[in-house]
Every structure is written in C-alpha cells, then in structure tokens.
C-alpha cells in the first residue's frame, strides 16, 4: 500500500486534483454560508429597489409600485373606525365635547369648528371641509396664507423647490388650491434613492440652524422623531407669513412665552376679554422630549410605526395611528404587561391630566366673561393691563398642554406642571380683576351667560354656523372638484413625461 505522498511523487496530477478539490468544497461551503445569511438579512428587510422617483414625487401610488407593503399599510389610514377613550381615528367634534373652547378661542378660527385628526391621508382633505379655513371661490380669496399648507402635503416641498419658500409662504392657501392635492405621504420623509430618512420642509433646519446646530448630524434614531418634528411641532407665522419654530429659548411652555413676549407677538386679540393671546400649536415633539420615553432614547416611529412581518419579512408599519390599536407590535416588544394593564397606565395619565386640564378651563372661561364685564362697567386699558398679560399667559399654558394630543401619555409630569403654573397665573388675573371691578364700584359676584353647550357658546360668540356650512358647501361642491381636474391634467403630463426614455431632466416641471 502506497502512501498518498509517494502517489502524488508518481502521479503529479493526483496532487492537484486533490488541491483543487478541497479548494471547490471550502468555495462551496462559504457560498452555502453566505447565502444563509443573505436569507435572513433578507427575512428581515426587502432590499431596497432602485427606482426612478423623482425626490419630489408627491403622489403615494407612485413610490407604492417599489414599496408595496409600506404602501398597503400606508393606505390602512383610510380606517377611521378606532377609537380609544380621548383619541383615535374618528372625527370628533372636540367643540361638542368640550364647550369651553369655544369661550377661549372666541375670535378665533378655532371657537367655529374643531376636530380631532383622523390621519396623515386625510390631510388635505379636512384642510378643505374645516370652517376654519372659509369657503373661497377665486384665488387670493380665504382667511388662511398658504403657510397653512406646509405640513399638509408633499407638494409643498415641490412648490417651495420651484418658489422658495419666502414667496410660497407670501401667497394665499388659495392660490395654491389646484397644486396642494396629494396628502402627506412618502416623499415627506424619505430620500427615493436610498430611502433614508430626510427633513423636505425648511423649518426645522432653519430652526436647528439658528440654534447652532446642523439637523443633518442627527443620527438614525433621532430622524425616527426629528421627521414628525417637521410637522408635530409648535411654530407661528412671522413676517409675510414666514413659518417659524418659537425654540430660541427652549422649549417649555415658559420658554416659549418669553420669547413670544419679547417679540410682541400675538395671534389675535381676544373679544371678550381684549387679551393679546397666543395659539398653541401642537407641541407634540418639545412635550415628548421631556417624557420618560425619550429620555431612554425611544424615537417615534417605535410606538407610532413599529415593525411588522408579513411572509417572513421585517418591514415599518405605515399606517401611522394611536399605538393602543396595535399594542402588541407598539408596547409589549418592550413591555411584558398584558394588554388591558398597559391601556391602564394610558388611560389612567390622561385622565388626571385631563382633570387638572378642566379646573383651568373653568378659571380661564370665567376670567375672560369676568373681563368682559369689567370693560361693560367702563374699566380702562390701564386697570386691565395686567389681568390681560396674566390671562395672555394662563391660557398659553393650558394651550400648550390641550393642543399636544398625545402630550398626557408622553410627558404627563410636565404638562401636570406646566397646567399647575397656569392655575397659578389665572387665579393672579381673575383676583386683579376683582381688584379693577371693586375700583369701579362692583362688588360680589359677576353675572354669567350660560354658555354651557357648543351651541350657546356660540350663539353667544354671534357665530352662524349654518351661513359658514352653507357656503362650504357651495366651495366643496364647485370649488374643489375643479382644483382636482387640474391636478389630475398635471398628473398625467409628469406620466407622460416619465415614460419618455429620451428624456434627462425632472419629469415634474412644466
Ligand atoms: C408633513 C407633516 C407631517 C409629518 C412629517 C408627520 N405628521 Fe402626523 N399629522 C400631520 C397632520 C397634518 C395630521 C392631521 C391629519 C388629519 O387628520 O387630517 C397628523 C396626524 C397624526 C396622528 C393622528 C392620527 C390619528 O389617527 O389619530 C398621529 C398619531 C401622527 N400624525 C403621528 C405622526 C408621527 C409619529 C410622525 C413621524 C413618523 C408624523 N406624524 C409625521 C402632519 C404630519
Ligand atoms: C411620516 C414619515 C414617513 C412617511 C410619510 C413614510 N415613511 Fe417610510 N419610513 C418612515 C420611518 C420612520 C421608517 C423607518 C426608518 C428606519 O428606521 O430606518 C420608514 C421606513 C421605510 C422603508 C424602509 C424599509 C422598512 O420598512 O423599514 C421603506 C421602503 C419605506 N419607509 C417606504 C415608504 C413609502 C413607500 C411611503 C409612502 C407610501 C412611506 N415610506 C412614507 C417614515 C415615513
Ligand atoms: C422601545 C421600548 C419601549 C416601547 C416600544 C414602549 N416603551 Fe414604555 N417604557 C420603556 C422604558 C425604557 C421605560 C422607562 C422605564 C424604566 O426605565 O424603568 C418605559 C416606561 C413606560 C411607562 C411608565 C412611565 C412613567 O410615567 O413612569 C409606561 C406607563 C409605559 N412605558 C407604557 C408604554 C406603552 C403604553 C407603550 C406603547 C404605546 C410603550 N410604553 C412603548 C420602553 C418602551
Ligand atoms: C412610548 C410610545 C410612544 C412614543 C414614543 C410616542 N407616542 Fe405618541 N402616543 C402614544 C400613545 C399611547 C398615545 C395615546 C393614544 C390614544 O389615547 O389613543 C399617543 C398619542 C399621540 C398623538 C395623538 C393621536 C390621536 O389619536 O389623535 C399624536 C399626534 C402623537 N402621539 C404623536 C407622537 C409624536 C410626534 C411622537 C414623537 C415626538 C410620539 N407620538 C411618540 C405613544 C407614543
């Protein structure tokens, strides 16, 4: 019996079978290795196609053709059927629920129609059936600039792209009535090329920039909120209707009230009482970061749009909802309590905070009826000054605290804080008015109307909701229909466009 060594001296052929054999086999086993991993890289995530969107692509059913899954879930937002104790999906008529915004937005859009927020698909089309913003039948006509489009829809990034944003903000929300069409969707968040994550709408950058920072720096986790930031944010409108983030000295309700304050800013004076007051927007994003939620580093997106898998793969939830529709894949990845204990612990935060939330809705309510009746027995804008600065001030914080619809789950010891000190500040204003009415000669308790339904608030308020839903109603029906038969031209012009192989540059601009 040969030894393979005295073979190989004999035959050198053997030798290099038996070298390029053992060679094949380790080839092999590392290709059967690194396909495995392939697979389950790929179980996690579909690879990300390469596509020919263009970056300003508004329309979802465009992306949806690469993007099928977070397209179908996208498109669940269509559901409106949730509801869970204080939000959800469903329309609400928050006015009917609660009248006394009616009293504390008098003068105000807000005191006509207020709804709860059904979804990011409907965006653009509860922008057209609100009262708030009229019922206009040319351009230019309407109460609202056309800054109130900016966190509607995709197609304001295309239009500022084409305008800047200086001119877009300038013009009215008429004006760009047949352009703004298409509700948020895939291209106010994400990059088509690599689908990262991006900020389209100026305002956040802008404000980072001021504050010395550069948002692009923000790491994944922080884009998983700083993209709702674009639009969950507080902000006002400054110069020509340029859309600003109050953030220059934080972003608690305090901060934000000194920097409105040292501006002289005001977004309407109040009939009743003639206070200079400020809207609260929806603070949602400065109310989180102050939560315990954030402060362990959860972004969003965790809650909001967690992972799903569907045949094995690993994909974002688009359909962008309240979490207590789908707790299993929004909390019991972190948390190990059941079901009903963590819809508890939900419940329980927004109901104390919605108590404390009333009591000041109370004060506040009487104060500025109180104030109107001060200036009804003749007081002057010297003895009012201050009550008007400290009902400014106690309403801002009850705003804040009410407009951030999720703030009580995610920042319930703030907001518990910030609506203490605008106790404090509207017991200080309803006694300086007790002080003027005493100057003037009044004493004891002042007379109140009975505004105790959205119905007698406002009749109260001289508001005529049937006259406002009648000419909304000639607005939807002829106003409307024609802005979407030029969207639909337009459309189908960039479809064509996009189909020409000899063309090189964006198929979106005429
Ligand atoms: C381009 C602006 C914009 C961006 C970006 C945005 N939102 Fe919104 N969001 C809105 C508007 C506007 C509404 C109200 C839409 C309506 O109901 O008509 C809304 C509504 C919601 C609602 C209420 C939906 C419901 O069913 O009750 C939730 C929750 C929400 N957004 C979460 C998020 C999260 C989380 C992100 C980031 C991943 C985000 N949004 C990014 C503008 C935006
Ligand atoms: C409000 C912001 C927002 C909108 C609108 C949005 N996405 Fe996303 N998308 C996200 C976030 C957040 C992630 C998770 C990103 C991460 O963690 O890297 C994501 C992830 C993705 C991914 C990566 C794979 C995955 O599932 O995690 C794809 C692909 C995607 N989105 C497609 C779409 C498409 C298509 C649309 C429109 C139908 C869309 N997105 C609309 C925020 C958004
Ligand atoms: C990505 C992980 C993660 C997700 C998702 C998550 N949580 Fe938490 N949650 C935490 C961490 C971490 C804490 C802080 C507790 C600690 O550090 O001991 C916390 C704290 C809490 C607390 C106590 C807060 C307080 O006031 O002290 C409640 C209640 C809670 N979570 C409920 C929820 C609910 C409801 C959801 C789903 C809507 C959810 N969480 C989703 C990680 C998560
Ligand atoms: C730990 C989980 C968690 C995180 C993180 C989180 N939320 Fe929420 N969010 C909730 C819960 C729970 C509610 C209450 C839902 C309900 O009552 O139906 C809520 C409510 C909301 C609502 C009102 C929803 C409605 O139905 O009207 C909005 C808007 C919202 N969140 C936006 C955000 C934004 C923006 C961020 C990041 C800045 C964020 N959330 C972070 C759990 C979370």
Known sequence: ??????????????GWALFFGTMAAVFLLGLFTYTIVERRTEAQFAYIPLTDIDPLEPRPEVWGRSFPRQFSTYRQMADTTFRSKHLGSQRRDL???NPRMVILFAGFPFATDYNLARGHIYSVEDVWRTLRTGAPMEEGEGPMPATCWTCKSPDVARLMHEHGPEEFYSKRMS??????????????????HTMNLRITLPALAETFQRLGRDVNDATHQEMRSLACAQCHVEYYFGKNNYLIFPWDKGMRAEDMAEYFDEIGFADWIHPLSRAPMIKAQHPDYEVFTTGIHYQRGISCADCHMPYATEGGQKFTDHRIQSPLNNIANACQVCHRQSEAELIRNVYERQDMIKELRTKLEDVLVATHLEAEFAWDQGATEEQMQAALHKIRHAQWRWDYAAATHGGSFHAPLELARTIGDGLHIAHEARREITAVLADLGHFGPVPLPDVSTKEKAQTYLGIDLEARRAEKQIFLDEVVPRWLAEAEARHRRWDERKADPTRTESYLFD
Do not use: R, Y
């Not at 019996?1 to 005295?6: G, N, S």
């Not at 760009?176 to 994400?190: K, L, Q, T, Y």
């Open 1 to 14: 019996m040969k030894t393979i060594a005295e073979t190989i001296q004999e035959k050198p052929w053997v």
């Open 95 to 97: 006015l009917e629920e």
């Open 175 to 192: 004006d760009f009535g047949h352009e703004v069409v298409n509700p948020i969707s895939c291209a106010s968040c994400h990059d088509p």
